[in-house]
């Protein structure tokens, strides 16, 4: 499943690296395929959004809830985001 990235992404804007923490909790969650089937521009605006938090508790509520949207399936920065709902 290809990530932002990859030489294939189609974004037109700045491509936000992926900070190592992130990674490393993507992977312990089992949700890095998870993140990598939502389109670019959902990879990128959440790392965008994560890294513009100022405060260290800021930073840890946008991962927390990032996290928790991939878990869940179907919901992109809290709007419904039906194409990727979980099969359950």
Request: hydrophobic letters at 35%; a negative charge; proline letters at 6%.
């Amino acid at each position: 499943m290809p990530s932002i990235h990859d030489a294939e992404s189609s974004l037109d804007r700045d491509i936000q690296p992926m900070p190592e923490d992130l990674l490393v909790r993507l992977k312990e969650r089992g949700l890095l395929d998870t993140c990598h089937a939502r389109p670019a521009y959902q990879q990128n605006d959440y790392l965008a959004w994560i890294g513009r938090g100022k405060r260290a508790e800021t930073r840890e509520k946008r991962i927390a809830q990032m996290l928790a949207e991939l878990a869940q399936g179907g919901v992109y920065m809290r709007m419904a985001h039906p194409a990727s709902a979980c099969d359950d």
